[in-house]
């Protein structure tokens, strides 16, 4: 996703502090997906010092990794967290339970933590789609920042 500084110039993240959970299962993809996020964070003025980026096992790890740098003390807390995964359909119906308690465990940090959560987990059919939209990380980078900008 090509960001315009004109079309989010109102996005000044100087001030932020960000946590980016990234899921390593289909790691050619969430490393691309976290590349796309740390380009679209930086655009929008966030410093690298106040980037901060861990990693868990898989898509299922991200809600519990979200709520444990959510519990952070006030100090460490970051402003916004961003998920990021990537969920590609196999021949069982793993791929459905995996994506729903991804969301919902994004969801429920989001709400439950009140912390602004960008959620970048794609959920595709196969690797090709999967590559058409690493574009995702950026703009759940985005969807975070923006989130943590209305507090």
């Known amino acids: 996703m090509q960001i315009k500084n004109k079309q989010y110039k109102y996005l000044n993240g100087s001030k932020l502090k960000v946590c980016i959970v990234v899921a390593r299962f289909n790691g050619e993809i969430t490393n691309k997906l ?3 996020a740390l380009q ?4 929008c003025k966030v410093s690298d010092k106040n980037i901060r980026v861990v990693y868990v096992a898989g898509s299922v790890e991200l809600p519990y990794g979200l ?3 959510a519990q952070l003390s006030k100090f460490k807390k970051p402003d ?9 359909r196999g021949e069982t119906p793993h791929f459905d339970y995996v994506a729903k308690m991804a969301q919902e465990g994004a969801l429920e940090v989001m709400l439950e ?3 602004p959560v960008g959620f970048g ?11 058409v939209r690493i574009h995702v990380g950026g703009e759940a980078a985005l969807a975070g920042l923006e989130l943590a900008l209305l507090k």
Do not use: M, P, S
Not at 121 to 131: E, F, G, I, R
């Open 67 to 69: 709520h444990q740098i």
């Open 121 to 131: 987990v794609l959920t595709v059919n196969n690797l090709k789609q999967a590559k």
């Open 40 to 43: 679209t964070l930086k655009k």
């Open 80 to 88: 916004f967290l961003v998920a990021l995964g990537c969920i590609i």
């Open 34 to 36: 976290l590349e796309n």
């Open 113 to 115: 933590d009140d912390i």
